[in-house]
Structure formats: C-alpha cells, structure tokens
C-alpha cells in the first residue's frame, strides 16, 4: 500500500498569518497521463471531510483561494494563505494512484 | 445539488452484522462511484472499498474483503455497506462518498458502536 506521510501533527497560527501542511508519498503519484493523484481534504470538528484540492495542483469548486497546492512526484505542500477561524480542524492528504486509496494521518490546524 | 444522506447510528452486538444506507440524490447515480470510509474514534480516514452502480463492479481493501459487503439498488438510488462478524474493532464512524475528481461529496456518516 502507498503509505502517507504528514506533517507536522499538528499547527498553530495567528490569524491573517499563511499556514503550509506536507505530505509525503511511499511512490510516486504522477501517472504515466502526467497527472499526479493526490488530494487535499479539510474535515472540519463534528463534520465530514470536504475536498479542497485535486490533483495536487486543483481547487475544488467552492473552495476560497486562499489555499493551493503543489508538490512534486513524492512531496507534496497546502498552503493556506491569511488563515482564517473557519479553516480550523483536520487536514488530511489522500491518493488516488492506487488501491486501496489511502490517506495520511492527519494535521491538526488550530489559531493562536 | 448533490447530497449523499446516510442511516442513522447503530448499536451492534459482537459477532452480528450491521447492513447501512447512502441514498443519493441531485446526480445521476449510475455515473459515479461510491467509495466507503471509516474513521476510527480519534484516528485518520481509511478507504474500505468502492461501488460503481452502473454495473455493480466493486473495488476492495484487501483488509476488508470479507468484512464489507457493497451493494445498490439503482431503483431509489441507494448504496448499501453491510459489515460482519463484528467486533470492538469495526467501531466507527463509516462515510459513503461519491468519487469524482477526488471524493466531493460525503454522507454525514454512520456512527456504528460494537457493544454487548
């Protein structure tokens, strides 16, 4: 299974303040199509997960542009630019290269 | 606009089976898979399998063949997870999600609690 890696754990930032989560792949996620299959999902406290970028590089409808996201074939950055009280909870990168899907563990974003 | 609307919880005893339900709406069902997840109290997101409901083809974890069935009934556009044998383990809560272009959309989930 293609392990994924995040860190940190956990953050903490100043509102207004930018904010970058990493996540690092087992394989690479760039296919032979040149798209690379991760994901970023936000689950905020007591929701579900919403997404908020595909394919590395994508927003997803809805999704104010503060945030983006880049990476390489392995590494993988979100960026959550002026950072605001709704973007508080779980960040958790995902793949879709392969099965089983899998997903990193976690970080946690809180304000200070 | 596309909602995905799950079951309600579910207190299971040991060795039993819990069967519970996605029903989609504001899509056509038939064009999307449906992909399962559960999320341990505490823990991080762990893909079970998915369904595609044109032709019930299915895609499994291997940790949960034998554990997690997929069905639909493309009549009231609804996906279906029946899990078995369960244990303290299968403790969770259970989120179906439409895939497209990463899982867009998710149910509400399903707290399922494994208790004598």
């Known amino acids: 299974d293609i392990v994924m890696t995040q860190a940190p754990l956990s953050v903490s930032v100043t509102p207004g303040e930018s904010a970058s989560i990493s996540c690092r792949s087992s394989k690479s996620l760039l296919h032979s199509n040149g798209i690379t299959y991760v994901y970023w999902y936000l689950q905020k406290p007591g929701k579900s997960p919403q997404l908020l970028i595909y394919?590395?590089?994508n927003l997803a409808s809805g999704v104010p542009d503060r945030f983006s996201g880049s990476g390489s074939e392995t590494d993988f950055t979100l960026k959550i630019s002026r950072v605001e009280a709704e973007d508080v909870g779980i960040y958790y990168c995902g793949q879709l290269l392969e099965n089983p899907h899998t997903f990193g563990a976690g970080t946690k974003l809180e304000l200070k | 606009q596309v909602k995905l609307l799950q079951s309600g919880a579910a207190l299971v005893k040991p060795g039993a089976s819990v069967k519970m339900s996605c029903k989609a709406s504001g899509y056509t069902f038939t064009d999307y898979w449906v992909s399962w997840v559960k999320q341990s109290h505490g823990k991080s997101l762990e893909w079970i399998g998915e369904i595609y409901p044109n032709s019930g083809a299915t895609n499994f974890n291997e940790k949960f063949k034998g554990k997690a069935t997929l069905t639909v009934d493309k009549s009231t556009s609804t996906a279906y997870m029946e899990l078995s044998r369960l244990t303290s383990e299968d403790s969770a809560i259970y989120y179906c999600?439409?895939?497209?272009?990463?899982?867009?959309?998710w149910g509400q989930g399903v707290m399922v609690t494994v208790s004598s």
């Open positions: 999600t439409r895939k497209y272009y990463g899982y867009n959309y």
């Open positions: 394919r590395m590089s």
